[in-house]
């Protein structure tokens, strides 16, 4: 196709944008709540990821050793600890800090205290895991070190963790999934109409001797259109609520305060991939939505 | 050149068992030729023009339009063959948010011509039709035999083998109905096949020539008659 007539079929699809205003505004605004959605979905899901990461960083297994071991059986624990593929961290702690710290949390049980013959706490390491789900794997494989008393390991926490986040990673794929398909399903419904509204003028381009491509790329760029204007339109929304709700919780809400405000997503860090996937996702939504709509008023 | 040759059609219809549209129908028209096809409703004139524009094949028999069999056209290449032929209808077709000059600058555009090529064509066939003052106007502004001129003068653009005008006069007044038609000769006279159905008896016996008569699906006439 010459560039001239490319252009000329560029120019009438943005001039039918326009043109068919009113069919435009619904198509837009569609796709406006489609991106919405969806653009809310994923945030939350991100939120829920950075959540459970945090919470699973505060997780961690304590490795008691025997009590008379000496410097070089703690190396070789050291290093079989941190040769780990789990381990994030490994801190040593002292049986002395320990004796002390057990002391001060007990202060009305100094006395007795007192009549023990030897300090009996042992040395400790506390190790903090990558991948939460192995920690039993994990605990399992401290257990064999030379040295090693005693391992122990929040397992019901973990596994507790394990499940909520797979939980909650199935339920955000699914409603994923399902907004999706309900808005192509309803960009689908709403730009037939637009195209069923000029199917005469369709059918006159191919009695004319229009290939299928020359009446599809107007309305494809039609679609392109709106989709990417809609993209914008949902980028700037999602901003300035997510924002304000950031904001919100910054000063009201308790539970954020637990986790602390690194716990949400901030959208400055997202903002252009949030964008441009919202442009691009709009872009394809309306352009594939258009082709699959006109399909069937092209076969004259 | 359109060549009919044993064609019948028959359309399936559930509640009736089907209807037979056209029977053993044989048709050749030559290059150059004006033929009116005539008949009643009913008597097979649409499926035979959309059997003309393959909208529709045969149920048996073969279908010849400008070199292209039909029954073997493949859908990817049947708009290359539509572009070799011009379509005028009853109802216009013309696009209502384009102006006639772009109307008629539309089909170079769908057949890839340069834009030097519309420029100078375009304005020559609005001529040829005497709409030249009328070119920046929408449909919506002329009249019925207005419109129908632009019809004629987007058919005549791409300058095709043959033209197909079903009902062309159908929508306008009597008196524009002999300019349409003469018009069509005018073209039929540089050497452009037209193919006219009407109902229109008068028309047909005022300029005469080859006539089609179809009556329930067969040719109940092929032959010529002279003109008042």
């Not at chain 1, 090693?148 to 390991?153: D, G, H, L, N, P």
């Not at chain 1, 392109?224 to 997510?242: D, L, R």
């Not at chain 2, 004139?45 to 279908?63: A, C, D, W, Y």
Request: hydrophobic share 45%.
């Amino acid at each position: 196709m010459r560039m001239s007539n490319f252009n000329y079929l560029v120019k009438r699809g943005v001039g039918s944008v326009f043109r068919n205003a009113m069919m435009s505004i619904a198509s837009f605004f569609v796709l406006l709540v489609s991106l919405l959605l969806i653009g809310v979905s994923v945030l939350v899901a991100m939120d829920i990821n950075v959540i459970m990461t945090n919470i699973e960083e505060k997780n961690e297994i304590d490795v008691y050793v025997y009590g008379d071991v000496d410097q070089a059986v703690l190396n070789h624990i050291y290093d079989a600890l941190d040769n780990n593929p789990n381990r994030m961290s490994v801190v040593f702690y002292s049986k002395e800090e320990a004796w002390e710290d057990k002391q001060n949390e007990m202060p009305e049980m100094k006395e007795l205290f007192e009549y023990l013959p030897e300090n009996p706490m042992p040395h400790t390491y506390r190790v903090t895991v990558k991948d939460i789900s192995k920690i039993s794997e994990t605990a399992d494989e401290f257990r064999t070190i030379e040295g090693v008393e005693k391992v122990t390991a929040p397992y019901d926490f973990a596994s507790a963790l394990v499940n909520i986040r797979s939980t909650l990673t199935v339920i955000a794929g699914a409603i994923l999934v399902v907004m999706v398909i309900t808005s192509v399903i309803i960009i689908y419904n709403a730009i037939r109409s637009s195209v069923f509204a000029r199917s005469k003028e369709i059918n006159i381009m191919k009695v004319v001797g229009a290939t299928n491509a020359f009446v599809k790329i107007p309305f494809f760029i039609e679609g392109m259109f709106i989709g990417v204007a809609a993209g914008a339109a949902s980028w700037f929304i999602t901003k300035i609520t997510y924002e304000a709700l950031v904001q919100l919780f910054r000063e009201d809400i308790t539970i954020w305060q637990i986790f602390g405000l690194s716990s949400m997503v901030q959208f400055d860090d997202v903002t252009w991939y949030f964008l441009a996937a919202n442009c691009i996702l709009g872009a394809l939504l309306g352009a594939v939505g258009t082709i699959i709509s006109t399909g069937k008023y092209v076969k004259v | 050149m359109v060549e009919l040759k044993n064609v019948d059609v028959h359309y399936v219809d559930g509640a009736k068992g089907g209807v037979d549209a056209l029977n053993d129908v044989n048709i050749r028209v030559n290059d150059g030729e004006f033929v009116f096809i005539v008949g009643d409703s009913g008597a097979g004139k649409s499926t035979l023009l959309k059997l003309l524009t393959r909208e529709i094949q045969p149920t048996s028999g073969r279908v010849f339009v400008n070199g292209y069999n039909l029954s073997k056209l493949r859908n990817r290449k049947l708009p290359y063959f539509r572009r070799s032929l011009g379509m005028i209808f009853q109802d216009f077709r013309l696009i209502p948010t384009l102006t006639v000059y772009e109307n008629v600058a539309f089909v170079l555009r769908v057949i890839d011509k340069s834009k030097k090529y519309i420029r100078q064509r375009v304005p020559y066939v609005l001529d040829l039709v005497k709409l030249n003052d009328k070119a920046k106007a929408y449909p919506g502004q002329l009249s019925g035999g207005e419109q129908q001129r632009v019809a004629i003068a987007r058919a005549f653009a791409c300058d095709p083998k043959i033209i197909i005008a079903d009902e062309p006069t159908g929508n306008i007044d009597p008196k524009l109905s002999y300019e349409i038609v003469e018009l069509l000769q005018d073209i039929n006279e540089c050497g452009t096949t037209v193919i006219m159905v009407t109902h229109n008896h008068d028309l047909v016996k005022y300029f005469g020539g080859r006539i089609i008569n179809l009556r329930e699906g067969g040719i109940a006439f092929d032959g010529y008659i002279e003109g008042e």
